[in-house]
């Protein structure tokens, strides 16, 4: 069975994983025809699958609503992230460890 | 408004001021932290009584406005307040207050009544007196129509916005038309989303308040640097503040806003409301705006809301003094992991075992439970965790909603 993704408005441009996706196959769920896709990034649960190219500067759309704008050339299938997506609001978090979230070490702890 | 003869009813307890509760707590309330060694030794081991307070020792009238609050909140049938004796916060006026409610209410000074070991045996007497005049509370019947339920979600990852927060939202609107009351809050989990909220104004004043309070929330996590999202999130697969609005937003349902209320304030009329627990401006700037989910719970049951839901995707094993806390979750593994903790799994929608409408009735059947005394599991597992903070917030006038 191949991995699933959910969209939730016909206007998004990212899949939330379902569950963990490995590159390959994805089958696309929700409000969006079942479009089968390919995955290029490990993509874990929980977290964003683009559902088509987005270029720099372009927002993000889910819920059908900008969730940010992408910070580097995001191609479909790829993993949307902190590494390419960021707030239009809060400037910190793209400073943030993308596996776990945390803050900078240095910005605390010394 | 809610049908009698369709609607399901349960037996709660009727209130001096009219108000219904779904438990008959006493409530002890300690007015510095220097007395909240004996005000917790109190309470401890004794069924039914729950303990809160405020640390601080100078005035903030927001946090008095607050534990006043909750001192006369349906659920709560009599107060004990303790103080150090030289603090700001008066606990002979506390209890005054509550008595003017119908309550019965006592205060003590730990200065005055010998030190630790005899001001503990002194509240242990009164609170087993209250305890047994709460004994003869008059029981009454309950509807939908006379609950307020509150929401707050933490812990929040992607099934949160897809699962958790939709079933609540689909609740809250089967509340409201119920002739219930809803309570959601997180104003500052509302980034990006302005024309949205405006869109859900019941009318155009309303919506004015709706656009203050944001505007409002913006100014002060920007002054703050401070958005509310947390490693967990960004973890669990949200990426930036408006995504985890999204997700936030979906607990409020789909009905009208009737209107914002502070901290202390309580509904006027039944619907859905927002509660904004953002500081106003203020010559010192102080109280994040949502330190911690406890804090924003505590919030919630200062609007009289008789039990909280709590939507949690990565886990949580927090509880509430004074209202049960139910806690939710989006995420199956989440549920399967801390099954101990958590009530109710809202995943199955995900999996597709239920649908957004069947997860929601099913939710609906758990409150009528835990309303009619079942305990909800950080209930039965003793959790009373709460958060009192300095913050400051405009006295709140008569015409928005009943003073507390």
Redesign the interface.
Known sequence: MPAEA?A?DPADNVA???GDIEPGAVSVLGVSPAAPMESIDSI?????LALCDIGVGQRVI??G????LATRPIPRGGW???HN??????E??SA??L?????PAEDHYV | MSDPRVDETWRGYLRQDGRKGVRNLVLVVYTVECASFVAQAIGRDKEGVHVIGFPGCYDNAYAIRLMLALARHPNVGAVLAVGLGCEYTQASRIAETVRESGRPAESMLIQESGGTTSSIEAGKRLVDEMKAQLADTPRVGMRWADLTIGCECGGS???S??AGNPVVGHAYDMLVDAGGTAVFEEIVEL???KD?LLQRARNQEVEKALGEAYDKA?RY??RV?Q?S???????????????KS??AFAKSGSRPIEGVLKVGQRPEHPGLWLLDSVPDEHFMQFGYTNPNDSEGIVDLIATGAQIVLFVT?RGSVIGSPIAPLIKITGNTQTYEKLKEDMDFNAGTV?TGEKSLAESAAELKRLIRRVASGEPSKPEALGHREFFIPYKHQDTPTLTIGCKA
């Not at chain 1, 997506?85 to 809060?90: P, T």
């Not at chain 1, 596996?99 to 803050?103: I, K, L, N, V, W």
Request: include cysteine; aromatic fraction near 8%; hydrophobic fraction near 45%.
């Open positions: 959910f939730i939330t994983a379902l874990r649960a929980g977290h964003k889910k819920y609503v900008a969730i940010g949307v992230h902190l997506l960021a707030s239009q609001y809060d910190a978090s943030l460890d596996d776990t979230g945390a803050p | 990852d992607a099934t916005g897809l980034v990006g989303l949205i913006i996590c920007r640097r958005w999202a947390s490693p967990g999130n960004f973890a669990g697969g949200l990426t930036t503040i408006e995504e999204l997700g995707g995900l």
